[in-house]
């Protein structure tokens, strides 16, 4: 109560005005603080959903959000007049977006091929043969 202490005496009227100024400063204060709190949780929650979509969409977790957002808006924006430009119906067109599917060839299995050539060039090597008693040198 100090920050409101004058040097003249205040009059009964002029004590109860201040009293309601304080009463009012309070109520405000706590309305705010309780809004403040509840932006501060609405902010975190927006933060871990924006990592979200960008762990989603494949980007670096610092991407700037001005920066994928436009991002994002230029590639609606290409898909919309591609959409447009497409002559058939828009269930085909979508259709024609869609990535197709891969087609496995016998060049898929590759791969495995190569880990078997190994593992048998592997199995072959004189560095995991087994040693036959003659081939031991005991000490003598």
């Excluded at 009964?12 to 400063?25: I, Q, T």
């Excluded at 109520?27 to 609405?42: A, G, H, I, R, Y």
Aim: aromatic residues 8%.
């Amino acid at each position: 109560k100090q920050w409101y202490q004058r040097r003249v005496p205040i009059t009964a009227g002029a004590h109860k005005e201040l009293e309601l100024f304080v009463d009012d400063v309070r109520s405000f204060v706590k309305f705010f603080q309780q809004n403040v709190f509840l932006l501060n949780e609405q902010s975190s929650q927006m933060k871990s959903d924006y990592s979200k979509v960008l762990e989603r969409f494949g980007e670096s977790p610092n991407t700037d959000s001005e920066e994928f957002m436009k991002m994002l808006s230029e590639f609606q924006t290409s898909l919309v007049d591609s959409i447009k430009r497409c002559t058939h119906p828009l269930p085909q067109c979508i259709a024609h977006l869609k990535p197709k599917p891969k087609v496995t060839t016998p060049s898929t299995n590759k791969p495995k091929m190569v880990q078997m050539d190994l593992a048998n060039s592997l199995k072959n090597s004189s560095m995991f043969k087994r040693n036959t008693q003659s081939d031991l040198k005991i000490p003598t």
